[in-house]
């Protein structure tokens, strides 16, 4: 009488179980700073832009503590009114940027209140990226593979956003899917500042996203599609925030966190499910 090994008990060695895990949670710390690798270039009439073009090899920021090392760009500018040559519209920038606020990474775009006033009538505009690139996730490992779907999640806590109504100003998450990106449809809701959102992958939608083109990045909403990401390399936020009549614009964000699916790396558990595998097929052929 022939023995077969059962089937189940190889398709349990074979299988690669995925499971849910938070792949990004960062805090920003009670204490202590993050710093800017990186610094803008001003440029335009009157010095009216800056510009941290996004780059997905050189950290915008990098902390000591967790997941504080994170990826992107930022864009501002003046939109409308006179501007002065030689005005320092980002004085604060670089600034706020190395030291920011304990507790909170902020993109802030300022105009200089001493050449402006504190209420100018000049309208600012500010647009900014942040990726976490999987190399930096959580429990991390050279193997792993990361799927967002409909299990999925992502939650951000933004403390501040001080922009102007009706001015397509808004957050949309982000993610990168081998090297292409892609960001939801919609978008933060302003109302739940200083409380904390969660959105779940069954609630969004995606849109493709070039991240060369921050600047003029839009921040409409709907028209995306319902996605499943299979490969996962990067996730994170998009905004874009405009103010008029003060002298900033910005966005301060306290938390960000990403539940994905992960399938870990394949194990000597498995190789051994293949062997068993091909001694069933040796078995059968004799």
């Known amino acids: 009488m022939k023995k077969h090994i059962p089937i189940v008990s190889i398709f349990f060695a074979l299988s690669v179980a995925s499971h849910s895990a938070i792949i990004v949670n960062y805090d920003s710390p009670a204490t202590g700073t993050v710093n800017a690798l990186r610094t803008g270039t001003v440029t335009g009439t009157g010095q009216n832009q800056v510009d941290l073009a996004f780059d997905s090899t050189t950290a915008l920021f990098n902390g000591s503590g967790q997941n504080q090392r994170f990826y992107g760009g930022i864009h501002g500018r003046y939109v409308s009114g006179t501007v002065a040559t030689g005005t320092d519209l980002f004085g604060s920038i670089t600034n706020q940027l190395q030291s920011g606020t304990p507790g909170i990474f902020a993109g802030v775009v300022k105009a200089d209140p001493t050449a402006q006033g504190p209420n100018n009538g000049v309208a600012i505009s500010a647009r900014g990226m942040a990726v976490w690139d999987s190399a930096d996730f959580l429990g991390h490992s050279s193997g792993n593979t990361y799927t967002f779907d409909n299990t999925s999640s992502m939650t951000v806590n933004i403390s501040t956003f001080l922009n102007s109504p009706g001015s397509n100003t808004g957050l949309f998450f982000v993610i990168r899917n ?59 936020f998009i905004y874009r925030t405009q103010r008029a009549s003060a002298p900033s614009s910005e966005i301060r964000i306290s938390d960000f966190q990403a539940n994905l699916s992960v399938i870990p790396e394949p194990s000597s558990a498995i190789l051994l499910g293949l062997s068993a595998l091909g001694f069933v097929g040796y078995r059968r052929r004799k």
Do not use: K, M
């Open 178 to 236: 081998a090297n292409s990106y892609f960001r939801s449809a919609e978008e933060y809701n302003l109302g739940a500042i200083g409380t904390g959102q969660t959105f779940n992958g069954s609630a969004l939608t995606w849109l493709a996203l070039d991240p060369t083109l921050l600047a003029d990045f839009a921040g409409t909403t709907g028209g995306g599609s319902a996605q499943t990401f299979s490969d996962v390399t990067g996730v994170g």
